[in-house]
């Protein structure tokens, strides 16, 4: 049994060692319990079981929970620049089996740390079980989802330099990639668009059709899409639109 409720008191109370003044930890908060939701949306939609849909607000609600410690070490969100926040969310854990606090049934413990894990890498790794890879997809989808919907409520200036990014060019692998229906590479990002196109391109990682549903329903894409005056972004959208449609009529 996964008592979801007792696990958001014992967050509650973890996150109380934080500062909740600095935004960092307050926005990572907010987005957690958004994550949670949409992660009990999604699994509903795709007819989970009671409990594959408590363990997916459960893992939702733990995925990002290296956030608070890798902004009291280091001050930021560039995993590049401090660690892994999923390898460091699993460490934390997994410490004088802090888990046990969330969940008491240690049967669960292996998909969580799993999903946890593969939450914010390129790929899910190989050689998981089905339920692993079916609670990695969802909160990577659920993780998008509300990263997609923070990009359209935060200022462009404060995402990046405006003037620099609506100055900026795509460069051509992004566009290759992103014609092509594969999610940017981290590594191939060298201005300030191409950064931004990376967000579009989260949509070729999106695992289910309930999830494009939402972000259609919502309208995240086009919004975000609507905040850049790049001569490119015309294409980008109709491109972008006629494949999440392609994908929700083939269900
Ligand atoms: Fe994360």
Same mark, same amino acid.
């Given at each position: 049994?996964?008592?979801?409720?007792?696990?958001?008191?014992?967050?509650?109370?973890?996150?109380?060692?934080?500062?909740?003044?600095?935004?960092?930890?307050?926005?990572?908060?907010?987005?957690?319990?958004?994550?949670?939701?949409?992660?009990?949306?999604?699994?509903?939609?795709?007819?989970?079981?009671?409990?594959?849909?408590?363990?997916?607000?459960?893992?939702?609600?733990?995925?990002?929970?290296?956030?608070?410690?890798?902004?009291?070490?280091?001050?930021?969100?560039?995993?590049?620049?401090?660690?892994?926040?999923?390898?460091?969310?699993?460490?934390?854990?997994?410490?004088?089996?802090?888990?046990?606090?969330?969940?008491?049934?240690?049967? +669960?413990? %292996? =998909? /969580?740390?799993?999903?946890? $894990? &593969?939450?914010?890498?390129?790929? @899910?790794?190989?050689?998981?079980?089905?339920?692993?890879?079916?609670?990695?997809?969802?909160?990577?989808?659920?993780?998008?989802?509300?990263?997609?919907?923070?990009?359209?409520?935060?200022?462009?200036?404060?995402?990046?330099?405006?003037?620099?990014?609506?100055?900026?060019?795509?460069?051509?692998?992004?566009?290759?990639?992103?014609?092509?229906?594969?999610?940017?590479?981290?590594?191939?990002?060298?201005?300030?668009?191409?950064?931004?196109?990376?967000?579009?391109?989260?949509?070729?990682?999106?695992?289910?059709?309930?999830?494009?549903?939402?972000?259609?329903?919502?309208? +995240?894409? %086009? =919004? /975000?899409?609507?905040?850049? $005056? &790049?001569?490119?972004?015309?294409? @980008?959208?109709?491109?972008?639109?006629?494949?999440?449609?392609?994908?929700?009529?083939?269900?």
């Amino acid at each position: 049994m996964i008592d979801i409720e007792k696990a958001k008191k014992v967050f509650n109370d973890y996150v109380e060692n934080y500062d909740k003044n600095n935004p960092r930890i307050a926005f990572k908060i907010a987005h957690t319990y958004r994550v949670v939701d949409v992660a009990e949306k999604i699994s509903k939609e795709l007819k989970l079981d009671e409990e594959q849909v408590n363990l997916a607000m459960l893992i939702g609600l733990l995925h990002d929970i290296g956030r608070f410690e890798q902004v009291r070490k280091y001050d930021t969100f560039e995993d590049k620049l401090s660690e892994d926040h999923a390898d460091l969310g699993v460490k934390i854990l997994q410490e004088n089996n802090f888990i046990s606090e969330f969940c008491e049934d240690e049967k +669960y413990y %292996n =998909t /969580i740390l799993v999903a946890i $894990k &593969n939450h914010n890498k390129f790929k @899910i790794a190989e050689n998981l079980t089905e339920e692993e890879i079916l609670q990695a997809k969802l909160v990577r989808d659920a993780d998008k989802i509300d990263i997609l919907k923070s990009i359209t409520i935060e200022n462009l200036d404060v995402l990046m330099d405006d003037d620099n990014i609506n100055n900026s060019k795509i460069s051509n692998e992004i566009l290759d990639d992103f014609y092509h229906e594969r999610q940017t590479k981290r590594a191939l990002l060298k201005t300030p668009m191409d950064e931004y196109i990376s967000y579009v391109g989260m949509i070729f990682d999106i695992n289910f059709i309930p999830s494009l549903k939402i972000l259609k329903e919502k309208g +995240y894409i %086009n =919004t /975000i899409i609507d905040k850049c $005056k &790049n001569e490119e972004m015309p294409n @980008i959208r109709k491109f972008i639109n006629n494949y999440m449609d392609k994908r929700i009529s083939n269900g």
